[in-house]
């Protein structure tokens, strides 16, 4: 088929040929001719399937009009994480002062965040819990601020302490969601910027790590204007590599920071050597899809669903689709009426660590549900789930980063920019089996063009950053080896 649309000039190079006499003096042009058609052909076959992408555009997020005149300050400032005696002797009144309504008998955490240990928790975090210990944990990794049209933008850029002659290395962007925050990272950050000495010293894979708070979240100003979405942020991050002085980088992503990292790849490709997800989201729908889940109980092979796909997914209707709704009513809040919400998260820490840590429980082992502590202290430490709220809690910015639900998901999602343009970068995926929901290979190819690596992961949920850093690390790891070695 695709003969009868090359032009003419090809065919009359595609005759010679065939016109040719196989002999002595003419066997060396016949490969030679076959060679230029060939690579004709190759860049007319691209030239017709020319890769889409978002427009990058521009923004301002600043208060008021976006001043006239002046260049934007684009000097990369040092930022420290401080606190104060006065703040420390508000949070701990505020505490002290907090009422809680007693839990039904045996409702563990199917209700919500037990109010039983919720006293548990708070009673750790007034008598126990050290900010300012936390706030030299937090300062242990080299912290900035920029500003990137209108907004202070925070971010920690760790860089190895050494790396062996002749190796290379990689610029990786991470990118957290919500409800998490930096934070999440700093126990993987080692792993990737030091991996000899954590026994991940597998061939040559060293990363230089910068990690930003999304807009709205943690010590990164909150957008003034409406309508600051994840491609606005992933300009925003592009922007930052660039005043970073980085021309090709890796990106890391998940919740939130999946789809960011996501629209960076769609944004400028060429720019993004790697893009690698711990969840993905494919929004395509349809009679298509229907059938696919349909059959893939009974004939997954058909729909090319695996074995592993097919232990995650069902029982689909009793099980997978009740797990959605029962986690997702923080989401219809947040993305209608967040300032409602937040105003009253905003002014409690107690309600605000039961909104978060409430996720922290069954998001990472839905089977927590059962328990009468949500399973918490089994994967963190009570310090490291309080070290994320107080994130929140001193930078007022819980309300900020619900409404960042509203700015995405109020659009038609088959209408916006991002669902029109596939992902044509190399892509990694690690498929954690507790994740909120699982995406089969068969279906993020749908999306995602072309995918490297996908990795069925023994163990971990959603914040895997945080949960499983080793087993993150390790799959980062692989993914980048694979693609240098392309």
């Known amino acids: 088929m695709w003969q009868e649309t090359l032009p003419k000039a090809w065919e ?28 004709m052909l190759v860049y007319w076959l691209r030239s017709r399937h ?94 900035f601020q920029t500003t990137i049209e209108g907004i202070d933008i925070h971010f920690i850029h760790v860089k190895p302490s050494y790396v062996p002659h002749g190796q290379a290395v990689q610029p990786l962007l991470m990118v957290h969601g919500w409800p998490g925050s930096f934070y999440e990272f700093y126990k993987i950050i080692p792993l990737l910027t030091e991996p000899a000495a954590h026994g991940l010293n597998e061939g040559d894979v060293v990363f230089e790590v910068i990690c930003p708070s999304i807009p709205g979240y943690g010590f990164s100003e909150a957008p003034h204007q409406k309508g600051f979405d994840t491609i606005a942020t992933a300009r925003i991050f592009h922007k930052l590599m660039n005043r970073l002085g980085f021309k090709e980088y890796y990106l890391q992503g998940g919740d939130w920071g999946s789809r960011i990292t996501t629209n960076m790849a769609q944004m400028l490709p060429q720019s993004v050597k790697g893009l ?55 989401l219809h809040i947040q993305a209608t009426k967040p300032d409602t919400a937040g105003c009253g998260l905003n002014d409690s820490p107690v309600g605000l660590a039961a909104y978060i840590l409430e996720k922290f429980s069954t998001w990472t082992d839905k089977s927590f549900l059962h328990k009468d502590d949500g399973g918490l202290e089994s994967k963190y430490s009570l310090d490291e789930l309080l070290t994320n709220v107080m994130i929140y809690w001193v ?92």
Do not use: C
């Open 12 to 39: 009359s190079i595609l005759s010679r040929i065939r016109s040719f006499e196989y002999s002595q003096k003419n066997a060396v042009l016949v490969p030679a001719a076959m060679l230029g058609v060939g690579g």
């Open 50 to 143: 020319k890769i889409k992408t978002i427009e990058m555009g521009d923004g301002w997020w600043g208060s008021g009009e976006r001043p006239l005149k002046g260049k934007e300050d684009e000097s990369i400032r040092p930022f420290k994480i401080e606190t104060s005696d006065k703040e420390i002797e508000d949070l701990h009144r505020r505490l002290e002062q907090a009422r809680y309504a007693p839990p039904l008998e045996g409702a563990a955490f199917h209700y919500g965040f037990n109010s039983s240990y919720l006293q548990k928790v708070v009673a750790y975090w007034r008598n126990n819990f050290d900010w300012r210990k936390q706030v030299e944990v937090l300062n242990k990794f080299p912290h």
């Open 276 to 330: 690698h997800l711990n969840i993905i989201f494919v929004n395509k729908q349809g009679l298509r899809r229907i059938i696919s889940v349909m059959l893939g109980a009974y004939v997954p092979w058909l729909v090319g669903l695996s074995r592993e796909d097919v232990r995650r997914m069902y029982p689909f209707i009793q099980k997978n689709i009740y797990e959605l709704l029962r986690e997702s009513g923080y």
């Open 395 to 486: 930078t007022s910015s819980i309300v900020s980063s619900m409404r960042f639900y509203k700015e995405n998901i109020s659009k038609v999602s088959r209408l916006t920019a991002d669902a029109r343009v596939g992902v044509y970068v190399p892509t990694g995926i690690a498929a954690f089996p507790q994740e909120i929901v699982h995406t089969p290979h068969v279906w993020a190819k749908e999306v995602f063009k072309n995918i490297i690596t996908y990795s069925y992961m023994p163990r971990g949920g959603h914040f895997a950053a945080f949960e499983e850093p080793k087993l993150l690390a390790q799959d980062i790891m692989h993914f980048v080896r694979k693609v240098e070695q392309l």
